[in-house]
């Protein structure tokens, strides 16, 4: 790529330093898109520090928890934060490094191996989770982009809305949305916990 774009400009009479004025100029106007740069170096630096070990050891001094309910617990928070506007760094910059080790967590602390059949599993529902939570709710943030598309949309149709009252209608679709997907995923996770370890115990 970076050969294309050295052959490109010197053959368009960009030149050397037109094409480095170009990479600059669009480096600065796009730099929002090169966040996820920042975040994987933080998070790997973590990571070797021992987040992953802090977040089993938290996990596994808690009763009763199961990886249904660090999934739920996960929505809910994740919700919440969308409503300002925060984002963890989704999957690779949360899910990953931080609710897949306590779901690990959940189950060692219950004397057992993790299954990695229940494991892959579990790491797709943290990952609905994540979406579910971030697409409904992150129209509850005034200005923000999932909103001001539902605005222009509606505009183009002829309906003139104003952000705010888009924010209020949408707060008890969000809270459905993630209160449903709490309780689908705490249920489906004990269906999956019967399978993977109680019956594969009894045989």
């Known amino acids: ?3 294309a774009s050295i052959v490109t400009a ?3 009479g960009l030149g050397i330093g037109g094409l480095l004025e170009t990479l600059g100029t669009s480096f600065v106007s796009n730099r929002a898109m090169a966040i996820f740069i920042l975040i ?3 998070v790997g630096t973590l990571e070797r520090s021992g987040l992953k070990e802090a977040a089993t050891k938290l996990i596994q001094k808690t009763r009763n928890s199961t990886s249904g309910k660090v999934v739920a617990v996960y929505g809910v928070l ?7 506007n925060v984002s963890l760094g989704g999957v690779a910059g949360f899910v990953r490094p931080i609710i897949m080790p306590m779901c690990y967590g959940a189950i060692e602390a219950k004397g057992m191996e993790p299954n990695e059949e229940y494991m ?4 797709g529902m943290a990952s609905g989770m994540e979406n579910i939570s971030w697409f409904f709710c992150q129209v509850l943030f005034v200005g ?3 909103g001001l598309l539902v605005q222009s949309t509606l505009k183009q149709l002829g309906y003139k ?6 924010a209020i209608v949408e707060i008890p679709v969000g809270i459905i949305a993630v209160v449903v997907g709490a309780i689908y995923y705490i249920y489906h996770e004990r269906k999956l916990y019967k399978k993977y370890y109680i ?5």
């Open 120 to 123: 892959d599993k579990v790491k």
């Open 161 to 166: 809305v104003e952000l705010l009252d888009l």
């Open 1 to 3: 790529v970076v050969l």
């Open 199 to 203: 019956n594969d115990k009894e045989v």
């Open 144 to 146: 923000g982009a999932g």
């Open 78 to 84: 994740r919700g919440i934060l969308a409503v300002f």
């Open 10 to 12: 010197l053959i368009g």
């Open 40 to 42: 994987y170096l933080a």
